[in-house]
């Protein structure tokens, strides 16, 4: 049975930083891409980072770039999204997200198996 769970939301002044943890079991992790969503009411599911199975292939969405980090271990089967400089835009829910190989990896519909998610709150 594939699982996805993340971890590590809460709520965080502006500036501050937070790391998501998403743990991962039912699958081969080391065949996989992972990627990490966000999504606040009333919004479509917004692309966040991805990162490929051999680490060749990194992306990240343009509000992101330069303040998210996103990593995996393929020992705990765990993959990671460092967020720094966070602003109260940043404020969503985030989603853990995994498929053998994403076609346009922004696209939601690219992914097969989903996290219940972890949210996110920064405050002014």
């Known amino acids: 049975q594939v699982r996805l769970k993340e971890s590590g939301g809460g709520s965080v002044q502006a500036g501050g930083s937070l790391r998501l943890s998403c743990v991962t079991s039912?699958?081969?992790?080391?065949?996989?891409?992972m990627g990490w969503f966000r999504q606040t009411p009333g919004k479509d599911r917004e692309g966040v980072a991805a990162?490929?199975?051999?680490?060749?292939?990194?992306y990240y969405g343009d509000s992101v770039k330069g303040r998210f980090t996103v990593s995996r271990d393929d020992i705990k089967n765990t993959t990671y999204l460092e967020m720094s400089g966070l602003t109260p835009e940043d404020t969503a829910s985030y989603y853990c997200?995994?498929?053998?190989?994403?076609?346009?990896?922004?696209?939601?519909?690219?992914?097969?198996?989903w996290g219940q998610g972890t949210q996110v709150t920064v405050f002014s």
């Open positions: 990162i490929s199975p051999d680490r060749d292939y990194i």
């Open positions: 997200a995994t498929a053998k190989k994403p076609g346009i990896w922004m696209q939601p519909g690219s992914w097969t198996y």
């Open positions: 039912g699958f081969t992790f080391t065949d996989v891409y």
